[in-house]
């Protein structure tokens, strides 16, 4: 963790996330698998998100000490989506931190509704 992090609030926007990036070709390959629907397996990061969010709104002097695990949590869930290119807005785990419930709540919807689980349906055939 950076000294630079501030406990600032900077606003979360649905356009924050619009255009949708895809993940770097070093992080985008074919895979089969059969098990729990990755859907599923987002939808649990996107709460356990939502808890640490809830957590970091009820004990503000906190802050820093939450950023490393909000920033994995978001890597993971991003990455799931097919969004990673967006975790590398640095300032996205502490605006998260920081963001009220509503603006959190509409971050995931756009994350939901934008990402694909199953591979940015026909997007990375390039």
């Known amino acids: 963790m950076t000294a ?8 979360v926007r649905e356009d924050d996330d619009l255009p949708l990036d895809a993940n770097g070709p070093a992080y985008t390959s074919g895979q089969s698998r059969h098990g729990v ?12 998100i939502e808890e640490l969010h ?33 975790a590398n807005d ?8 920081q963001a009220s419930d509503e603006e ?5 919807q756009a ?3 934008g990402g694909d689980v199953t591979g940015l349906a026909g997007l990375d055939n390039s």
């Open 4 to 11: 630079s992090i501030e406990a600032r609030h900077i606003p």
């Open 111 to 113: 994350i939901e509704r």
């Open 104 to 108: 959190l709540n509409t971050w995931l």
């Open 37 to 48: 629907p990755l859907s599923y397996v987002g939808e649990k990061l996107a709460r356990a």
């Open 54 to 86: 809830r957590y970091a709104r009820e004990h503000p002097q906190h802050l820093r000490e939450l950023h490393g695990s909000m920033y994995f949590l978001l890597v993971a869930h991003l990455g799931l989506h097919n969004m990673l290119a967006k």
């Open 90 to 97: 640095r300032s996205l785990p502490m605006r998260l931190l």
